[in-house]
T-cell receptor, first 112, second 115 residues
Framework: GENVEQHPSTLSVQEGDSAVIKCTYSDSASNYFPWYKQELGKGPQLIIDIRSNVGEKKDQRIAVTLNKTAKHFSLHITETQPEDSAVYFCAASSGTGNQFYFGTGTSLTVIP | SAVISQKPSRDICQRGTSLTIQCQVDSQVTMMFWYRQQPGQSLTLIATANQGSEATYESGFVIDKFPISRPNLTFSTLTVSNMSPEDSSIYLC????????????FGPGTRLLVL
């Protein structure tokens, strides 16, 4: 089955700096890669996703890049703010109806 | 997207008892999923629940321990049976909002503590 690895497990950045979280996957059949943000006491919230026919996607301060050849994808957050502090999870899926395989999570702390 | 609610939001239970968690969606969805998130850990899929058919359980999870109902396209329940302290976790339901789109949206979770 699919194996998703995520690094780093914890990340601290100064407010205004950028944060990068990286994930690798093992199954070449995976073609959908969402990122979720989970704040304390809440469920995961989808923040951005990318499909395998696209190399990069951006939404304001958040961007995701995908390298299918190397089987890795990354989340980039620019101009970080304290409200970006949360646990971030990457995931991989091989399509509609198929389960998501989640990374182990990255706890991001933005220091004011 | 889909708006998902779960009840209860949290509970403290005694070992040996059972708890039923409800998941309600604001629109009709084909696929619903139940996940477990142990403290400080990632999400693990328990089962997939499709309306009108038996739930499909992942390795390590069995129907006797985690019976699931899916009576219609907007509602599902997960029961945690004969609980032990090891069942203390966050239980999350998610939905695939559209049959054409694999995006999953999550509910707020049920935080369960078993004493």
């Amino acid at each position: 089955g699919e194996n998703v690895e995520q690094h780093p497990s914890t990340l601290s950045v100064q407010e205004g700096d950028s944060a990068v979280i990286k994930c690798t996957y093992s199954d070449s059949a995976s073609n959908y890669f969402p990122w979720y943000k989970q704040e304390l006491g809440k469920g995961p919230q989808l923040i951005i996703d990318i499909r395998s026919n696209v190399g990069e996607k951006k939404d304001q301060r958040i961007a995701v890049t995908l390298n299918k050849t190397a089987k890795h994808f990354s989340l980039h957050i620019t101009e970080t703010q304290p409200e970006d502090s949360a646990v971030y999870f990457c995931a991989a899926s091989s399509g509609t109806g198929n389960q998501f395989y989640f990374g182990t999570g990255t706890s991001l702390t933005v220091i004011p | 997207s889909a708006v998902i609610s779960q009840k209860p939001s949290r509970d403290i239970c005694q070992r040996g008892t059972s708890l039923t968690i409800q998941c309600q969606v604001d629109s009709q969805v084909t696929m619903m999923f139940w996940y477990r998130q142990q403290p400080g850990q990632s999400l693990t899929l328990i089962a997939t629940a499709n309306q009108g058919s038996e739930a499909t359980y992942e390795s390590g999870f069995v129907i006797d321990k985690f019976p699931i109902s899916r009576p219609n396209l907007t509602f599902s329940t997960l029961t945690v049976s004969n609980m032990s302290p090891e069942d203390s976790s966050i239980y999350l339901c998610s939905v695939e909002a559209s049959g054409r789109d694999e995006t999953q949206y999550f509910g707020p979770g049920t935080r369960l503590l078993v004493l």
